[in-house]
């Protein structure tokens, strides 16, 4: 069965600091790994997405994603973080077998000025 | 537009009442999604089509809730005999699967309130 956690319910940052936020996942297959951004009172938005390939994958608004098979990692990062990013975070597993999209509980970001 | 659009985008009911939301997917998308969130929480997975065809349904789901997608292209979800603990943001996403994978796009939800 897939899963996915996230162990931190809320994060904290200052402004101009780098930001990590993390995720592990389990599958039977190949993983096809995605974050994704929700903002009060909006859907959820895409940022980024790993298939295969390089294991540092870009997304919008600067945001990168680290995928490290050896520990079933997929971590959130942004070298220097932006008071606009403060947003609820998920991350979302799918395994090769195109079955369905799995979320994480969620990450609070709080970015303070 | 050319996004995922959800109707309506707020319902309230009263305890014992059908709802029935609409879902209509980015065109010629292949693979919609339904999933339940409540506040705080991430998505929850109802349920999904490729094409028409419905080819998993969560176990939590009820026999009170169905979901159709009868020509492949929009979506119907139905909660029967509505439930206070159905209340919930009620999200709709559609994706193209060709060769692997690629992003849900994801509406901006149906609101359901039961009183």
């Known amino acids: 069965a897939q899963s996915v956690a996230q162990p931190e319910d809320q994060v904290n940052v200052a402004e101009g600091n780098p930001l990590t936020v993390k995720c592990t996942y389990s599958v039977s297959g190949n993983p096809y790994l995605f974050w994704y951004v929700q903002y009060p009172n909006r859907g959820l938005q895409f940022l980024l997405k790993y298939i295969t390939g390089d294991n540092l994958v870009k997304g919008s608004y600067g945001f990168e994603a680290e995928f490290n098979k050896s520990q079933t990692s997929f971590h959130l990062k942004k070298p220097s973080a932006l008071v606009s990013d403060s947003a609820l975070y998920f991350c979302a597993v799918r395994d090769s077998s195109a079955s369905k999209i799995i979320f994480g509980s969620g990450t609070r970001l709080s970015i303070r000025p | ?115």
Request: charged share 25%; net charge positive; aromatic share 10%.
């Open chain 2, 1 to 115: 537009d050319t996004g995922v659009s959800q109707n309506p985008r707020h319902k309230i009911t009263k305890r014992g009442q059908n709802v029935t939301f609409r879902c209509d997917p980015i065109s010629e998308h292949n693979r919609l999604y339904w999933y339940r969130q409540t506040l705080g929480q991430g998505p929850e997975f109802l349920t999904y089509f490729q094409n028409e065809a419905q080819l998993e349904k969560s176990r939590l789901l009820s026999d009170r809730f169905s979901a159709e997608r009868p020509k492949g292209s929009f979506s119907t979800l139905e909660i029967q005999r509505t439930e206070q603990g159905d209340s919930a943001m009620y999200l709709c996403a559609s994706s193209l699967i060709v060769h692997g994978s690629t992003e849900a796009f994801f509406g901006q939800g149906t609101r359901l309130t039961v009183v």
